[in-house]
């Protein structure tokens, strides 16, 4: 979806594992008044083709980051600022570095590079912490227990059965939802931030679960020239539960120096 | 509820009373007691998740002290590491969204690090503003219901093995009641396309081509009533008499006689199976080759013509196959010549739904359809049929065999038209 005035900067808005583009709801109307704005769903969630998605292409980071490219290739953007929450942050450092040119700059919201503890670094999480979340999610233990029936039903055939127990927002298939956890969750790019070139603001949010302050100062050191503002907002989603900080810290670093 | 006194006068009489003061007699007289004692966790949090009100049952449940997680926890320092991505990534953010949450299923640690299994129900309470002021919730026990999910999906998995084992041996049970490939016959193309209608059962069409001396092949095509193991098995019955049949005699309405007899004399044992099957025998001729032909209640060959017209063939046909004794066939000679096609196919073609209604393909359309191809090689026919039976979708339902023959086209044939000569096999 593209929206805002055609001679305004262009802004990216990429959501993260878990939910679709409904998730910049309270701060992209605001931002549309100053900004071209491009929100999208990243394949296999919300409204996108279900039928675009392969396991093969999405089982690691970069085929998200080639979508990227072919977004902006394809509406032909150019100057991108590109706002991407929780692993679209690494989506979008990834993208930023094949096509440096195409990205004036880049605003990561949560970002985390790693979630495994690593030798002497915390992403938070242990490996067995990763496992666990990747088993439930594949028994469907974890989350909608109405996500049960379809994968006991498990008919085909009959996809509106899946549909008609979703939630209208944040649709996802189970299936593909899993394997972007598996992607999101065992990714590795703590190697490919010092690779970026583009100016880059690291949102972090006081009290984060899922990214914590350390992986955001880690975030903020290993990419060169980069800024990080904290802002006062508990959990992974500050566009949701500090919308006005939010909105306030992307506007001013968009429209601040290049 | 009728009190003892009613007398079903329908006017309000002094027993309207009585339901209140039973009621009341329940003692359900303190929210605060049916709050801490419900038979469900109540927690209440601030917007951020810290813990601002639970109740009794949940505290025993989890084995905390109301002190430990007032003010202290958050809703999420409850759940497991995976609950707590799940938290993050899907639950907060659609209950920001929404408002409310529910059927969620989790688990909560408690103090004692076991895990209990629950089922989360959230609603924002808000101000008057909109402004959101606390997350309630409701948690129920949901072990049980865990237990039985574990079960069926234990159940649905080993289900979709089955299926898959089970469509594994239909595909190897279909490919051994079909040639592997076609045989080369000198100065002949051969193509053949076999449509199975089910993944999970073997189906009854079947064909084959197969040399019977140095220049001389047989061939036939059939359709077994029926689908499954027990068709297959006639199936597999009806080839080999066939092949040895047609070695003793080669005569196509002696072939068929002699499968008519086997299929009666086992008619009990294979269930009352009885088939329709074409058989052929070819020469070659001085321009092509002859084909002896002979049917038993099988729609008829089709032949494209070198000219480019099709022509269904009138063969003398015959009754199906082990339904009566002593049924007769009788053989009729086609010959095949530079440019011509012969096409043998079953009835799933011409009995395939078209449209939204029930009208068939049928054999008119199919005439047309040949006539449209003519003159044709014997893979374009098929590659041209295949096309066909794709685009009727889900219309077609049934199996489908079809064999084609072709006599290469000779260079400047009598309509002068120019043609591509397809090479010779070799």
Redesign the interface.
Known sequence: MVTGPEDGPVVMLAH????DQ??W?LVAPTLAKDFRMVLFDHVGAGRSDLSAWQAERYATLDGYADDVLRICRELELRHVVFVGH?VSAMIGVLAAIREPGRFSKLILVGPSPCYIDDDGYRGG??R???D??????D????????A?AP??M?NPERPELAEELA?S??RTDPAIARAFARTT?LSDNRADLPKVTVPTLILQCS????APAEVGAFVHAAIPGSALVTLTA????PQ??APDATLAAIASFVCGPP | MSGPGSSGGGGLGEGDQRPDAHLASLLEDSTEDLYENAPCGYLSTL???QIARVNATLLSWLGYTRGELVGHRYF?DLL???????????F???L???GEIG?????LLAADGSRL?V?VNSAVKTSAAGEPLLIRTTIVD?TD??AY??E??RA?REA?LERERLQLLVTTLQRTLLPPELPDVPGLETAAYYHAASRDEVGGDFYDLFALARDRWGLFLGDVCGKGAAAAAVTSQIRYTLRAAAVYDPDPATVLGTLNSALRRDYERNGGRFCTAAFGVLTPSTDGFDLSFASGGHPAPLLLRADGTADYQEIGGGPFLGVIDDAVFSSTTIRLGAGDTFLQYTDGLTEARTGNGRDRYGDQALQAFAAGIAPATAATAINAISALLEGLGNGLDDDVAVLALSVPPSPGDSDGRPRLVDGERP
């Open positions: 993260g594992f878990g939910c409904n998730l709801r929780s999480f242990s067995a912490d990763i666990e979340l990747l088993d439930s999610l028994s469907n233990y974890l989350g909608w227990s109405a049960m994968v006991i498990g939630s927002f944040c969750f009290r984060d679960a899922i508990t959990g992974h989603c949701l539960s | 917007p951020d998740g999420s497991t590491a995976g609950g707590r991505l799940y938290h993050e990534t899907h907060a953010p659609l920001a969204m929404q059927g969620v299923a989790l688990e299994p089922l949901a219901r865990r999910e574990r069926l999906l649905r979709d």
